[in-house]
């Protein structure tokens, strides 16, 4: 997941979203193409489990404190943020706004 790495828009095909510019959108925010301005965001269906994720977090952090303290918190941390970031990255499509 190299930095430089760009994402195409489904637009006009070109490299125009950085691969961070996508983890911090999320559904329902939009980003402009550089190339031929098309509004561009993520799909919302795809998006829904990152987002169920999301609010499970905080649960699983305060469960895994409770249990294991600190380190076990620091795990469901990484866990949750690297899958969340995974998944975003490589199974959520960039969608066209009409
Ligand atoms: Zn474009």
Aim: glycine fraction near 10%.
């Amino acid at each position: 997941m190299a930095r430089t790495m760009k994402l195409t828009c489904p637009n006009c095909n070109k490299p125009s979203f950085s691969a961070w510019r996508k983890q911090l959108i999320g559904p329902g925010r939009t980003m402009l193409c550089e190339h031929c301005g098309a509004r561009v965001s993520l799909s919302k269906l795809h998006a829904v489990p990152a987002l169920m994720m999301g609010f499970a977090y905080p649960v699983l952090a305060i469960l895994a404190l409770a249990e294991a303290g600190f380190p076990g918190l620091g795990i469901v941390t990484v866990l949750s943020l690297g899958s969340m970031g995974l998944y975003q990255h490589y199974l959520v499509p960039l969608v066209v706004c009409d």
